[in-house]
């Protein structure tokens, strides 16, 4: 089936006096794959399909959508959500948006091996990364969890502005946690990579990356209460930054729900700090040529320097606020109209590595994993959660950490950044969230 030509079709048929239509097709597949014991739990693949249609009549919309393309099903989709637009609020900012040039630029979000990689090859691989942590140490004694995913999607827009476009993207990532055992001491540690193909991840590396956070971390303890240094690891970081992100959007703005209100051209941050949205980043894992509606994905400087100096915006929060969307309008399948989300967002990289802002600390926290981030508020700025690591004296780990909280508001965290690691790692949620190591200072530790 062409698929450019059916959600042209789909235009076509629902396109009448004075509504806009636009046609979102969904195509892809998906490999799951869970091994423990070097035994396989679980081997999936599913392919889907979908189709999402959205009208717009007089500043009123309704969405429907199918994964039965029938002609049947189509008719019954289109008239679903014409008869949804005509009891929704009329809101005169929402209208699509006019089509704009695209770039034929590779993002490198593609790669056609995947495709010829076996079943075979895919359970081999995951099985490597449990060998590996197991290998690691004796006290590593078992897996909780260890996962392969892959997929492979393709993507297909056409709206009755003149839009038309597609894309294809691939991923596949591995992820394991294992358990370390001392005798009555337990610590737990876990492995990921994700990337557009096989090629971008390493089994041995996943599986020892777990092992040793877990062996490292056996005999933590909380220390006494204080103000010190944090060092946050990478994955600790996007946690922070994901809920700072929520903070940087246009609608978060307009709803004055986000703790950076105001503030626009003002000085936020130390002048370590730039974050980015780059919807266009090579390889990326949010990256795509042109948003899911139908805007070309941009790079967006919104902290430069410690300056606030922008936010994010799709159609209609760009269209209120008499501005240029910056392409970030994103779907999490055809079953939803699009909404605003970050895409690539991370702290732009600082010279140094992680062993220089450990070695730079003299008394403080390396921060590996935190717990509990769902309390983390974008809109009051309250920032506070448990955290495990390892306890930094004269530049040097000394021991391992466990049941402290971290806190202080997120205002602050920006402001108390002291420096920034060159070791930029994305984790795939939330748009895409990626940091390096980061240092900051004045981080409120509650203990013992």
């Given at each position: 089936m062409n698929y450019t030509e059916l959600a042209q079709r789909v235009v076509n048929q629902a396109t009448n006096d004075g509504v806009e239509v636009e046609a979102y097709i969904a195509v892809g597949s998906e490999t799951n794959i869970q091994v423990r014991g070097g035994a396989v739990e679980k081997f999936s693949y599913a392919?889907?399909?979908g189709l999402g249609v959205r009208v717009i009549k007089a500043g009123q919309m309704g969405y429907a959508y199918t994964s039965d393309f029938s002609d049947e099903s189509i008719a019954k989709t289109i008239?679903?959500?014409?008869?949804?637009?005509?009891?929704?609020?009329?809101?005169?900012?929402?209208?699509?948006?006019?089509?704009?040039?695209?770039?034929?630029?590779?993002?490198?979000?593609?790669?056609?091996?995947?495709l010829a990689v076996d079943a075979e090859t895919k359970v081999a691989f995951q099985k490597a990364v449990e060998a590996a942590a197991l290998a690691y140490d004796d006290r590593v004694q078992v897996s909780i969890m260890n996962s392969y995913i892959d997929g492979i999607s393709e993507v297909y827009l056409a709206n009755?502005?003149?839009?038309?476009?597609?894309?294809?993207?691939?991923?596949?990532?591995?992820?394991?946690?294992?358990?370390?055992v001392d005798e009555s001491d337990r610590a737990t540690g876990f492995g990921l990579q994700i990337g557009r193909s096989l090629n971008d991840i390493d089994a041995a590396t996943v599986g020892r990356q777990a092992a040793e956070q877990a062996v490292n971390l056996l005999g933590g303890k909380p220390v006494p209460t204080q103000t010190a240094t944090v060092v946050y690891h990478p994955v600790a970081a996007t946690a922070?930054?994901?809920?700072?992100?929520?903070?940087?959007?246009?609608e978060a703005m307009q709803r004055n729900r986000s703790f950076l209100q105001g503030k626009l051209g003002q000085t936020v941050a130390s002048d370590v700090v730039t974050l980015l949205d780059n919807g266009r980043l090579p390889g990326g894992l949010a990256t795509r040529p042109f948003d899911d509606e139908g805007n070309p994905t941009s790079a967006t400087r919104l902290i430069d320097e410690g300056v606030f100096q922008a936010v994010i915006y799709d159609a209609y929060t760009a269209d209120r606020d008499g501005t240029n969307s910056t392409g970030n309008a994103t779907r999490g399948s055809h079953r939803a109209a699009p909404s605003l989300a970050p895409s690539n967002f991370y702290i732009q990289p600082g010279p140094d590595d992680a062993d220089a802002l450990i070695a730079g600390v003299e008394k403080g926290l390396y921060v590996i994993n935190t717990m509990n981030t769902h309390s983390i508020n974008p809109?009051?700025?309250?920032?506070?959660?448990?955290?495990?690591?390892?306890w930094i004296e004269n530049g040097k780990l000394t021991h391992p950490v466990n049941?402290?909280?971290?806190?202080?508001?997120?205002?602050?965290i920006l402001q108390n950044v002291r420096a920034v690691g060159n070791d930029l790692t994305f984790l795939p949620f939330g748009g895409a969230i990626g940091s390096p190591t980061i240092r900051v200072d004045n981080v409120v530790i509650g203990g013992v």
């Open positions: 392919g889907s399909k008239a679903t959500a014409l008869t949804l637009s005509e009891v929704a609020d009329a809101d005169e900012h929402r209208r699509l948006p006019d089509p704009k040039p695209l770039s034929d630029e590779d993002l490198a979000i593609y790669d056609s091996s995947l009755s502005k003149g839009f038309q476009g597609s894309y294809n993207s691939t991923f596949a990532g591995a992820y394991i946690m294992v358990m370390a922070l930054l994901g809920a700072i992100s929520q903070a940087l959007t246009a809109v009051s700025g309250d920032y506070s959660v448990s955290a495990q690591g390892f049941n402290v909280t971290i806190a202080l508001p997120l205002g602050q």
